[in-house]
């Protein structure tokens, strides 16, 4: 199985094996689907994933690491058309809103394109990235997963410093909680 790997930095990269395809995409929600479509069409994957760190919304504790159920971005907001907020229109006409990904988790991830400072009502964790990679995998008709590590808590503020700091401590759950969503495939 050719599984591809997108993170906004390759540190996050660092512990997964070399069998697996990576990607490093930036920071923010345009450039991981803009490096992740690339990807795709490049590398023809069987299943992606974005893996990182995010922050928590209050029920999650530092150093977790999880798969999430679904991903939303409320940064899209076509509500003057009488849409739906996060939910944005594609070429064909069709809506796109929240992402499906990991079935067995009910865990919501909220993917903005600025650093969240508050705690968004419906969401337990917050990324810059993960709905890009999400909506890029879904328009090439590929499963996508969300694994991410709690590195902070949404509204707390944390330096530069400090964030590496946890982050480069908590690395190595990455790849074991991806090696653990794929045992959950068929065969």
Known sequence: MKVLVVASSKTELSYFPGSYSKAVSGVGPVLAAAVTASAINEVKPDVVFSVGSAGSMGKLGIGECLSFGSVIMPDMDLTAYGLERGVTLLADGKKMGRIILD???????????????????????????????????????????????????VGKHVSLKEYGMTLRSLLFKLPEKVEEVLRSFPA
Request: proline content about 6%.
């Open 103 to 153: 079935g067995n988790s009910d865990k919501v991830l909220s993917t903005s394109s600025s650093f969240a400072t508050e705690p968004m009502p419906g969401a337990d964790a917050a990324d810059m990235e993960a709905y890009g990679v999400a909506m890029a995998a879904s328009l090439s008709s590929i499963p996508c997963y969300a694994v991410k590590v709690i590195t902070d808590l």
